[in-house]
Structures are given as structure tokens and as C-alpha cells.
């Protein structure tokens, strides 16, 4: 960075000059910093500095001060990158376009993301990478957005590649058995030929872009060992014109290239593959709707839909966009967004999703979100930001990667020089020196990491699980501990009847029946509660008159003329009943934290006639033991924390096997318990759904939100689930494991294949045709075993994944 040029970044959040002194101050005590001007007018700060200083480490001052720092994203399309190295070249070059916070670029999806402070034109960007050497083009438009890979092109250059080459390898392959065809030598130079210089003609132009930029790539390495193979062809071909003809090496420049031809075309098919969880999301979209307007039905582009528009779907349709059900009954099946495999009711008053399939009956529905703003829309930015990140663990191999082209072409000539030295032939040492620059493939390097990533999260999407970034997904791995908020994460989070106990000479019928008449015309959770319990045991329901509320207490009617109430422990000492009969039960339920309700039937004159007692409590949800139990089976701790009573959060744990409880939690104090359990030398995921667990969940080293819950729940953690339902959270740790399993045995073999082919190689244990063969399998490999995680299933979690690290 020049260090003449001032720097500029936007600052939001200033509303004063105190504000603007206090961003002045956080950025001049910046090492480096030399001069800082703030703008309260325009929201920017103009900052001299040293070169060393980034603009990062000024938005992070910004932001340690309390103001936001605004980012904006660019996504381009890279193509012509084969390898880590390529990758490398195209983030300095990216790095070095003035404004430019932060690129990142995913060799598998062929895609660089660039975050900068303020408007950055793409075309600057985009001349970065064409002067790198590489082809690019601007993805901000919805068509240029709807794949996410290339198509897969080359299978007729491998075909023919493999038809020139074949009579040229033949003869090598026969030779073991005793027949000896070898081609005339000036056969072999027409054969070779054409694959070195028309198929090979990609190596070279990619080398020469590598040598361009000053660094060095796959494509350089194959370029130099398949020109010194048939270059040394066309030497001992010349040489030896007027007698007998050694072995020419046509056979194995020709062949490195077929191979490595091979190699890159299965790698695009199946990096294809890893990529479709992006696609098939993309495929759900609709592209019109038919919208009913002044009473007219019209069908219309999905992106003129407006909020509030009437949508109507008919039976077997896709549903084009978010919203609420005005009219009609059917089931809708959302597998593809939450990974429930089972189609869900839907009525009018309830909510359905974009791309979910209307079943068999006609719904109309009242639009509440479009285009960006749709939950699909969201699932897929979501799917699109955790695949185009870099795992942590990418930054070393990417330091690795930046190295490895310059030391392989010195262990090439260290191999020549070295087979020269100990009396060799310059052909043999040459032949050698081939062999090491042909196995060396850092394409396998730059692979491994991206391609599990893309298969862990596209397979996770396609069952609930939505995982935000790559560092979330790694992190997961290792969690020891998760924390769950109580209320509508472990429990249903709305009141329910968890016991009904009459009076002597009163039926249970009796009283549910009786307490359901009262609670018939309000609106109360509790009386909720009660006529959904009745309805449930299809016990009549008879009516009542003269209603009324009795504030701070309960409710009063009469029913089959008796004038009956309803109401707290209050109500039932004000009207002169004995609870002698249901004292013990009322004392144990309220030790567990229920809320009770009694019913009487009161006299004109005398104390009123005990009927029963009525408690309430908040339900655990189904699966949310057999979560807790997955859990444990795979070694993790569980905690739950609750703002409830010890004695209600204490029941909830023994029914659900919960290790450690931790009650009258205040909201306000649960992120400083999960700080503490972090503390404790712990990796701690965090479980929640309400506005009040967000700082839970920042806190934690992952933090899990429930869909069912706030937005804010859902933008704060790493990883959301689509469905309320507790057992995604072992699933979520289940295939983290399995990822970041799978990604530390891509990243194995990647190095495995150079540290044990090279010196293979330099040691004349393999010609160019078998260590052409090596380098482009090994891709294969590598993306082959990313592939495995697409075999994934949720509730798979056991014991056996307790070490999957």
C-alpha cells in the first residue's frame, strides 16, 4: 500500500463530534497510523499510514470503538485456475486493487469473493484477474448467479488425446509380453505432435501467464516436463537420423498430457457434483405466480410481485413466494428447505415458504416476502457464503501452496544434477527430472479443503441444516458441551395440562369438562391449554352464561346452573374452599414449578365446594430426549440454562437425562454463563431461539438457533436449523465431524501423493507416464473422497463418532 496515498473507509453510527474524536483517537493509536481525519458530514475517515497497514486493522479499530464499518461484497467468476498456486495469485492480485478489505477465492466452485469499504467498480476487479493471467467476469446478475460451476467441457479433447496417444503407449504396454511393435520414429513425432502442442496448448498458455506474474503453477510444471520429454525425442531423433534409433520419449510427453487431460475432466464432473445442493435450491424458484389483483387473476414474472399481493397455488405447484394462508386447506411438502421428509398440513392463519410443493388442495396466499428477502433466498445465500469461505485450517495449506511450485523446480534440477553426478546419462537424468516435475500437483492441495466443505454443507442444507461460514463448520468438530435455552428449544415454549385432579365424588371428565366451559370465550394461554386438552380426549364441552373476568384472579360462569369459578390459589382461599384433599399434589406440583389453577362451585351463602385442580407446564417437545441422548453418545455434555425456578428446570432435566442445570438464569446473564463454561476449558455450542439468547449465542464458540425462533437468533449463530427440532443439533455436530474428518484425509492424501511420488520419482522409480498417472488421479482422489459425505444421513450419530476430530 502506498503510504503517501491516504486511506479511506466509511464509518457508520457517528452521531457526534464526541464520536468523531473517539474514532480519530481508536485509529491514530494504530501502529502506523500516522495522521487520521474523520468526517462527521460524510461518515468517512481519511487515514495516512505506513505501508504495512491494512485497511482491515483500521475497520477492526472502528469497530473495537463501537461504529460500524459498512462492507460490500463482489462475487466473480475465476476461470483457467488449476491448482492452490492459482489460487494464491489470484488473492494478491486482488488484494492489491485499492479499497479491497478481503478476497477469498474457492478453487472448487471457480468463484473469488472480494469484501471492500465502499462502492468498488467490478471492473477493476475483474482487470486484476485477467492481468493475473486468468479469465473473470462480474456474477452480481440474477442469471450470471444461477449456477455455480461452469459446465463441464473437454470430453472430446480427452477422446481424441487418447487416440493419438494410445499406439504411442501401446507398443511400452506390450513390451512385457515379448511382442516388440515399436512405431516408426517419424509415426511417433505425427502422433505426439499434435497432443504436445493443440490438447497440451492449455499448459502452455497457462505457464506463460504463471511466468508473467512472476510465480509458478501446475500448469508450468507439466508445460517444462512434457517439452523436456519430447524435446530430448526430437534431439535423439535428429542425432541418431543416419543409424539405429534409441527409445524416444513421445510416449510419455503425450501421455502426461492425455493423463492430466483425464484427470481435470473427472475432477470437473465432480466438483460438479459437490455442488448440487446449490443448484438443486436454485431449482426451487419459481419463475412466475399468478397473482389476483381487482379481482382478476393474472399471471405474472415472480420478481413483479409485491408484498401483500394474493398469490393463488394450485395443486402440485410450487409455492413462488413467502407467505400467509388466506384460503384453503392442503399439505405442503418442504423437504428441500427444512429437511422434513414428511408433508405438512397448512391452513388459512398459517405460514408457508417459496419453493415448498402445494400438494392436493388450492391455497391463496398473502405475500409477506419476495425476491432477496424470501426464506429460500436467505437458505441460499446462507449455502453460497459457507462454501465460498475458507476453512481455517485452508490458511496453512495456502502458505504451503505459495512455496511449492519454486521448490519442485529445484528438486527437479537437484534430480538431473544429482543422476549427472553419480554417472548417469544427461537422458536418464533428464527423464528423471521429468518425473519429479510431473508428479508434483498442488491442484490436490487447493482442492481438498473446498471440495469438503461444499459436500458437507450442501448435504447438511438438503436436511435442515443451514451451516453460516467454513469456521463454523470446523469449530463444530470439536464442541464438548452444548448449552440449551429451555424454553421453545428443549420445550414446546407455550403452556400445556400436565395434570387434571378431581375432588373426591368428581370424574377427571367431570372436571376437564366443567374447566372447559369456563375457559371456552377467552383468549388466556392457559384456557388455551385446557380446551385443547379436552378436545384432545373428545370430552363434550357444555355451555356457560354470565361470564366474567375477576381481575388478578380467574373467571367466573355458570354451567348447568351452577355458578362456578376458576382461578389462582387466591380465588380458591377467597371463596372458602378447603384444599385439604389436594394440598400434598398442589404442593409437590408447584415445587415443580407449575402454575395451578383450582375449580369451585360456589353458594350463595356458605364457603364454596372444592371440584379439582388444574396444573400447567411447559411441554417437552418430542425427540428432545432422544437429542440429548445422541448427544451423549457422541461424548458431548449437555447444559441447559433457564430463567425458571430450580425446581421446574430440575424436572425438565431428569425427563430429559440433562447433565448439569443451571436456573434462574436472567437473560441478561446467560452469554456470561456460557463465557464461564468456555472458561473452563471447553468448546461450547450454544442452543437458542429468543431475541434474549443472541448474545448466548455470540458468545459461544458456535452458536445453534432454532428457525422456529427471531431473526436475531438465527443472523447471530453460526449454524441455524430449519425445524424446531432438537435432535438437528447432534446431527449439526454429526456431519461437522464427518466434514472435518473427511478434509484432514483429503488434505493426507494431497500431501501423501508429493511426499512419497517425488522422491519416488527423483530416485528413477517412476517414469513420466506413470507419475502423469499419479499426478491425475490424485484430484480425483481427493474429490472423490469429498463425494463420500454426499452419502450422509441425519440420525446416524453414535459412539463411534466420538474421535471423528
Known amino acids: ?86 489460487v494464491g495469485r489470484v488473492e494478491k492480485a486482488l488484494h492489491a486493487v485499492p479499497g479491497v478489505m478481503s478476497a477469498s477465492v474457492n478453487l472448487a466452485t471457480e468463484r473469488a469473493t472480494v469484501r471492500s469499504a465502499g462502492p468498488l467498480p467490478a471492473g477493476a476487479l475483474v482487470a486484476a484477474i485477467v492481468k493475473a493471467g486468468y479469465a473473470a467476469h462480474d456474477l452480481s446478475s440474477p442469471a450470471a448467479e444461477a449456477g455455480v460451476l461452469p459446465p463441464s467441457t473437454g470430453g472430446w479433447a480427452v477422446v481424441i488425446a487418447a487416440a493419438l496417444t494410445l499406439p504411442l503407449v501401446a507398443p511400452m504396454l506390450l513390451q512385457p509380453f515379448g511382442i516388440h511393435a515399436m512405431l516408426p520414429a517419424w509415426l511417433q513425432w505425427l502422433l505426439a505432435t499434435p497432443v504436445q502442442f493443440v490438447f497440451g496448448w492449455r499448459f502452455y498458455r497457462a505457464a506463460w501467464h504463471a511466468v508473467r506474474a512472476g510465480t509458478g503453477n501446475m500448469d508450468l510444471l507439466v508445460a517444462l516436463g512434457t517439452s523436456a520429454a519430447y524435446g530430448l525425442s526430437i534431439y535423439l531423433l535428429w542425432a541418431h537420423r543416419d543409424h539405429g534409433m534409441p527409445h524416444l520419449y513421445f510416449e510419455a510427453s503425450a501421455a502426461v498430457i492425455t493423463l492430466v487431460l483425464l484427470g481435470k475432466w473427472l475432477e470437473a464432473r465432480a466438483k460438479r457434483q459437490t455442488a448440487d445442493a446449490i443448484r438443486a435450491l436454485n431449482a426451487l424458484r419459481p419463475a ?69 410443493i402445494n400438494a392436493e388442495g388450492a391455497l391463496t396466499v398473502r405475500t409477506s416476502a419476495i425476491g432477496t428477502e424470501t426464506t429460500l433466498a436467505r437458505i441460499i445465500r446462507l449455502v453460497e457464503s459457507a462454501q465460498a469461505a475458507k476453512a481455517p485450517i485452508q490458511r496453512m495449506v495456502d502458505r504451503v501452496s505459495a512455496i511449492f511450485v519454486p521448490v519442485v523446480l529445484v528438486l527437479a534440477l537437484l534430480t538431473a544434477g544429482g543422476w549427472i553426478l553419480v554417472g548417469a546419462g544427461w537422458e536418464q537424468a533428464l527423464i528423471n527430472a521429468v518425473a519429479v516435475l510431473v508428479i508434483a500437483c498442488p491442484c490436490a492441495l487447493g482442492l481438498a479443503t473446498p471440495t469438503a466443505i461444499m459436500a458437507g454443507t450442501g448435504v447438511a442444507a438438503r436436511h435442515g441444516i443451514l451451516i453460516k461460514d467454513a469456521e463454523a463448520l470446523e469449530v463444530a468438530h470439536g464442541v464438548t458441551t452444548v448449552v440449551f435455552d429451555k424454553t421453545g428449544t428443549l420445550t414446546e415454549g407455550r403452556p400445556a395440562l400436565v395434570a387434571a385432579l378431581p375432588a373426591p365424588d368428581v370424574t377427571r371428565d367431570e372436571l376437564l369438562s366443567l374447566a372447559a366451559a369456563l375457559q371456552r370465550t377467552s383468549e388466556h394461554p ?118 425458571d425456578n430450580l425446581g421446574s428446570a430440575q424436572v425438565a432435566a431428569r425427563e430429559l437425562g440433562i447433565d448439569e442445570v443451571r436456573a434462574n438464569v436472567l437473560p441478561a446473564d446467560k452469554a456470561e454463563a456460557v463465557r464461564a463454561l468456555r472458561g473452563a476449558g471447553r468448546v461450547v455450542a450454544m442452543v437458542g431461539d429468543g431475541i434474549n439468547d443472541a448474545p448466548a449465542l455470540a458468545a459461544a464458540d458456535v452458536g445453534i438457533a432454532m428457525s422456529t425462533g427471531t431473526d436475531v437468533a438465527m443472523e447471530t449463530a453460526g449454524i441455524t436449523l430449519m425445524r424446531g427440532d432438537p435432535r438437528l443439533v447432534a446431527d449439526a455436530l454429526d456431519i461437522s465431524r464427518r466434514t472435518h474428518a473427511t478434509l484432514r484425509r483429503g488434505l493426507f492424501w494431497a500431501f501423501i501423493y508429493n511426499v512419497v511420488g517425488i522422491p519416488l520419482a527423483a530416485l528413477g522409480f517412476l517414469n513420466p507416464v506413470i507419475a502423469g498417472a499419479a499426478m491425475a488421479f490424485s484430484s480425483v482422489s481427493v474429490v472423490g473422497n469429498a463425494l463420500t459425505l454426499r452419502r450422509w444421513r441425519p440420525g446416524k450419530a453414535d459412539s463411534n463418532q466420538k474421535g471423528a476430530a
Open 288 to 356: 412466475s405466480a399468478r397473482v389476483l389483483r381487482d379481482g382478476l387473476v393474472s399471471e405474472v414474472p415472480v420478481e413483479q410481485v409485491a408484498v401483500g399481493d394474493l398469490v393463488l397455488v394450485r395443486p402440485g405447484e410450487r409455492l413462488p413466494v413467502d407467505g400467509e394462508v388466506v384460503e384453503g386447506r392442503s399439505h405442503v411438502d418442504e423437504s428441500l428447505i427444512t429437511g422434513e421428509s414428511l408433508p405438512v398440513a397448512k391452513q388459512p392463519g398459517e405460514r408457508v415458504t417459496g419453493g415448498a
Open 1 to 86: 500500500m502506498n503510504a503517501s496515498a491516504p486511506l479511506t473507509l466509511p464509518v457508520n453510527g457517528m452521531t457526534c463530534a464526541s464520536c468523531v474524536g473517539r474514532v480519530e483517537k481508536a485509529l491514530r493509536a494504530l501502529p502506523g497510523v500516522r495522521e487520521a481525519t474523520v468526517n462527521l458530514a460524510t461518515e468517512r475517515a481519511a487515514v495516512q499510514a505506513d505501508a504495512g497497514v491494512s485497511l482491515e486493522a483500521l475497520a477492526a479499530a472502528v469497530r473495537k470503538a463501537g461504529y460500524e464499518v459498512p462492507l460490500q461484497e463482489a462475487v466473480l467468476s475465476v476461470e483457467g485456475m488449476t491448482c492452490a498456486s492459482c
Open 526 to 643: 392457559l384456557a388455551r391449554a385446557v380446551l385443547a386438552a379436552a378436545d384432545a380426549e373428545a370430552i363434550a364441552v357444555p355451555a356457560a352464561g354470565d361470564a366474567k373476568a375477576l381481575p388478578g384472579r380467574g373467571v367466573e360462569a355458570r354451567v348447568d346452573g351452577r355458578l362456578l369459578a376458576l382461578g389462582s390459589t387466591r380465588l380458591m382461599t377467597e371463596s372458602g374452599a378447603s384444599p385439604a384433599t389436594l394440598s400434598v399434589d398442589a404442593a409437590r406440583l408447584e415445587a415443580e414449578g407449575r402454575t395451578l389453577a383450582w375449580l369451585v362451585a360456589r353458594t350463595d351463602n356458605g364457603p364454596a365446594t372444592l371440584l379439582g385442580l388444574l396444573a400447567f407446564g411447559d411441554t417437552v417437545k418430542g425427540g428432545a430426549r432422544d437429542a440429548v441422548a445422541r448427544l451423549q453418545r457422541l461424548g458431548v455434555q449437555t447444559v441447559m440454562l433457564t430463567g
